[in-house]
DNA sequence: TATTGTTATACTCTATAACTATA
DNA sequence: TATAGTTATAGAGTATAACAATA
């Protein structure tokens, strides 16, 4: 139950504050994941790809969910070929430009995600709730430096290529 | 690379900082995880492992080792069996108490840990360095709630039983 | 040749459950 | 019987690399 009772003797505070996310971030992961898998007999990454495509009704190519799931191109044909067996999710070719298809949800993975993020929500409501609007806007903001920190390291990283 | 474009079209707050928390925190860990691989040739697991038994040099049970890694005895055992091989961990048997052993981190194991968190704690350190001191301990503290009612919800869960 | 996507492979981690051995 | 640990199994998730097809 205690990670965090990990780190080395030195103990400054990044390390306290990365163990500790890392902690939080798991306990909430964990229930999510069985939850998804007791309720609605699916998984995260499964969940995470038709999230994706809720947000795009128009649609998404193989390659920008790869990047928005942060995730190599094989894994999203994977994932993809099973929400498609599952007839929730619809590759849409687009004529003259083949190989680049469209994701999409299908009307019936539509109605099926409402109801999951229905629930995903809650859950997570329920797991921050000891927090008040206040704080879990301050965590919010928090942690947008710490993300955008790590992009601009990556584009410093790029520019000297 | 925006894992947070997921969320349900209602969207609050606490979904939307989940979202960027897991972001966050897989940003982190991809990159150590990488890390650990390419300088060490290990895994976060086995890392973990290894941290754990650091912070207790008397050793700790199989058990103890499985609750405080957050994970099944099952996989305890195959985890340790690799770090036995590489002969970084030493299974000590108890007299009289033969099952219960204690798993400890032998000589070779604590020299070499020690370099890998050296370098972990560089990485951790440099992930959060956009951050004061100030924000930092305020990450941390309001982490701290989330865990904690997060630890309340079990105890009341194991109660009303 | 560069880009997009797929396929194949291999490995780590995980939970579950059946099993063994001890107290 | 209850507890500690192991073994076996199956599945998820991932990265890598080889491959095909297109532009």
Redesign the pocket.
Known sequence: MDMEARGHSEHPEALRLWLRMLTCTQLVE?QV??QLREQFDT????FDLMAQLERNPEGL????L?RR?????????????QLVAEGVVE?AGVE??????RVRLTARGRKVFGEMARQHEAWIVAAFESLSAREVESLHKLLGKVKQHHNAQQLDKLETI
Do not use: F, Q
Request: proline share 6%.
């Open positions: 964990k994941r069985s998984t995260l990454p499964r190519k193989m390659n920008e790869s799931m942060m995730v190599t191109g094989g894994n999203v044909t994977g994932i993809t070929d590759r003259g430009d083949r190989p680049a298809y």
